[in-house]
């Protein structure tokens, strides 16, 4: 469905956009990991692609620990694609924002980082 616009010309509706950001593939880069910073609250580490959550096997980031900038966190799986959430910042994990296996979209907060 399209609407019709000044001129005859015809423009995609608000639901054929929305579709059609759900049809990207999976590999295609669409979000940074490193989300919101602020400066008194702290930052959120964030999904960077549309899947479900998967937590670390060998170490799982919990409450309290510490993580470093570059380091993984967990893992965002969509069919036989894996995407790795990775900290941009170093600091105390504050927060964790879903449970295993919960869908997550592109750009969601995982985890919220408190200050160094």
Not at 31 to 55: N, Y
Request: proline share 8%; with cysteine; aromatic share 6%.
């Amino acid at each position: 469905m399209h609407r019709e616009q000044a001129g005859g010309r015809t423009s995609p509706t608000r639901m054929e956009e929305v579709g059609q950001e759900e049809n990207r593939t999976f590999s295609q880069p669409e979000a940074s990991c490193c989300g919101e910073g602020w400066d008194i609250f702290g930052k959120l580490i964030v999904a960077p692609a549309t899947g479900r959550f998967r937590p670390l096997c060998d170490a799982p980031v919990t409450v309290g620990r510490v993580v470093r900038s570059g380091q993984p966190v967990a893992r965002i799986v969509n069919g036989g694609d894996e995407a790795t959430v990775t900290s941009c910042w170093d600091g105390p994990i504050k927060g964790v924002l879903v449970l295993p296996e919960q869908p997550v979209r592109t750009g969601e907060g995982l985890f919220w980082l408190g200050g160094t």
